[in-house]
T-cell receptor, first 116, second 112 residues
Framework: DVKVTQSSRYLVKRTGEKVFLECVQD?????MFWYRQDPGLGLRLIYF???????EKGDIPEGYSVSREKKERFSLILESASTNQTSMYLC???????????????FGPGTRLTVL | GDSVTQMEGPVTLSEEAFLTINCTYT??????LFWYVQYPGEGLQLLLK?????DKGSNKGFEATYRKETTSFHLEKGSVQVSDSAVYFC???????????FGQGTILTVHP
């Protein structure tokens, strides 16, 4: 089974702090994704990566950056945390889609971040 | 741009009731369509999918049919259980990198 793990389930930080959220997958997937989940808004894509050291902006990249130095690890960075970044953050991974059926994404359990 | 619209929630049902959660989409071309489920305290997991028009995805008693003429992918189950209580997300994937566009999610609560 694919396993996607995230470094913390719950995190509390102060405004202005630099925050690192880590995600690791164990199935050699090429693609990795970071979403935030807010009530009534569903999941919104922040960044994604389709290869090591490659990254693409998603729908809401402002205030975030990412790093992918190894294939299995994808980090989300909040350079200076703000209260409006309080949210649930979900990481996902998928195989490189040569076929539409490969587009299934596998999700981690999420990190609930509170910025005070 | 691509978008997914789900029926307004939350939905509250009694055990063994019939479930329908509506999902409509806007996309160019021929996207793949998915239903994901999120149980309390967990991440999302794939419930079912359909990759072309008229395909029916099914899993755990849930079904959804890809209707291109109505741009819909409604989720149905004939008899819900308390254990089906969760948040359900409709999603589509049109791009070569497998990006997903999600609906806003529908909270389902099933009472005994």
């Amino acid at each position: 089974d694919v396993k996607v793990t995230q470094s913390s389930r719950y995190l509390v930080k102060r405004t202005g702090e630099k925050v690192f959220l880590e995600c690791v997958q164990d199935m050699d997937h090429e693609n990795m994704f970071w979403y935030r989940q807010d009530p009534g808004l569903g999941l919104r894509l922040i960044y994604f990566s389709y290869d090591v050291k490659m990254k693409e902006k998603g729908d809401i990249p402002e205030g975030y950056s990412v790093s992918r130095e190894k294939k299995e690890r994808f980090s989300l960075i909040l350079e200076s945390a703000s209260t409006n970044q309080t949210s649930m953050y979900l990481c996902a991974s998928s195989l490189s889609p040569g076929l539409a059926s490969r587009n299934e994404q596998f999700f981690g359990p999420g990190t609930r971040l509170t910025v005070l | 741009g691509d978008s997914v619209t789900q029926m307004e929630g939350p939905v509250t049902l009694s055990e063994e009731a019939f479930l329908t959660i509506n999902c409509t989409y806007t996309a160019t071309g021929y996207p793949s369509l998915f239903w994901y489920v999120q149980y309390p305290g967990e991440g999302l997991q794939l419930l079912l999918k359909a990759t072309k028009a008229d395909d029916k995805g099914s899993n755990k008693g849930f079904e959804a049919t890809y209707r291109k003429e109505t741009t819909s992918f409604h989720l149905e189950k004939g008899s819900v259980q308390v254990s089906d209580s969760a948040v359900y997300f409709c999603a589509l994937s049109p791009t070569s990198y497998g990006k997903l566009t999600f609906g806003q999610g529908t909270i389902l609560t099933v009472h005994p």
